[in-house]
């Protein structure tokens, strides 16, 4: 009995090794990180347009959904110009259904959910006082998460740890507190470090998406330097954060920001 069960585990691992991709090209960054994608990428879409309605539904009830005009105008504008350069990544994203609002909200917060729907909140224009490069920058980092499909990985890859978790259960008799302890371990040792790269990836690509798009691409390093400021509580150890610490991640920018620098002078010229 044992056997069998080690057998079946065996086959559920080595089925999940099969099952990597990668979602998107290279670009000039690079980025070349293969996936593991199980979850699908319509039931992905389908649950994001689900959550992305239900948050403009309690926005317009609220009436805190796109009722300061000008912002609206200037963050579908600058949506308007980086869209199209997203085909360097993807050749479908350019055609999916895009969706871009504004919401009032004093939370210094964008992102952007799978297939393309975006949301701002005027707390991190107004109170970081973005530029136009600036906002292109935060949203070519949130469309980046999108293109890469981190959201999808991410499921899938809680969802391997829930298999892993059952077989280890199964085979060793580990249970309650036990169980618990070492899926925390898992988390720390695989799930965060993940959360991480898709941060890399994503500021990588998106000071590419700005450049392409005509945005100086060093907008990426002021965001960042801003929100530095901003940030009361200071950088938590960056073992144990999803996000970069401040001064990694704008040196990391910077770098990059000078490599498709050519990109943004490129469109300078036209």
Not at 33 to 54: C, D, F, P
Not at 92 to 117: H, T, Y
Not at 141 to 158: F, K, M, P, T
Not at 231 to 242: C, H, N, V, W, Y
Request: charge should be positive; include cysteine; glycine fraction near 6%.
């Amino acid at each position: 009995m044992r056997f069998i069960k080690l057998f079946f585990i065996s086959l559920i691992i080595l089925s999940l090794g099969a099952c990597t991709s990668n979602s998107t090209r290279k670009g000039a960054v690079g980025i070349d990180r293969q996936q593991l994608l199980l979850v699908s990428a319509q039931e992905m879409k389908q649950g994001s347009q689900i959550a992305y309605n239900s948050v403009l539904k309690e926005a317009k009830k609220s009436n805190t959904l796109n009722n300061n005009h000008y912002l609206v105008k200037r963050v579908r504008r600058i949506a308007n110009k980086l869209i199209p350069q997203t085909a360097v990544f993807r050749k479908d994203a350019p055609n999916w259904a895009w969706e871009v609002n504004v919401i009032k909200s004093d939370q210094l917060n964008a992102w952007c959910m799978a297939g393309g729907k975006i949301a701002f909140y005027t707390g991190i224009i107004e109170k970081l006082k973005l530029t136009d490069a600036e906002i292109a920058a935060i949203m070519g980092h949130e469309i980046a998460h999108a293109l890469r499909e981190h959201g999808r990985e991410r499921a899938s890859e809680q969802a391997v740890t829930q298999v892993g978790l059952t077989a280890l259960s199964i085979f060793t008799g580990i249970k309650g507190p036990a169980l618990d302890a070492t899926s925390l371990a898992l988390q720390v040792t695989f799930t965060l470090p993940n959360s991480r790269t898709h941060e890399v990836e994503a500021d990588r690509m998106g000071v590419e998406l700005a450049a392409r798009a005509g945005y100086n691409p060093y907008a990426a390093v002021s965001v960042w330097q801003k929100m530095a400021k901003q940030s009361k509580q200071g950088s938590p150890p960056e073992i144990l954060s999803t996000h970069p610490s401040h001064s990694s991640r704008i040196k990391d920018l910077a770098r990059y920001a000078k490599r498709v620098e050519p990109l943004f002078l490129a469109t300078q010229r036209r």
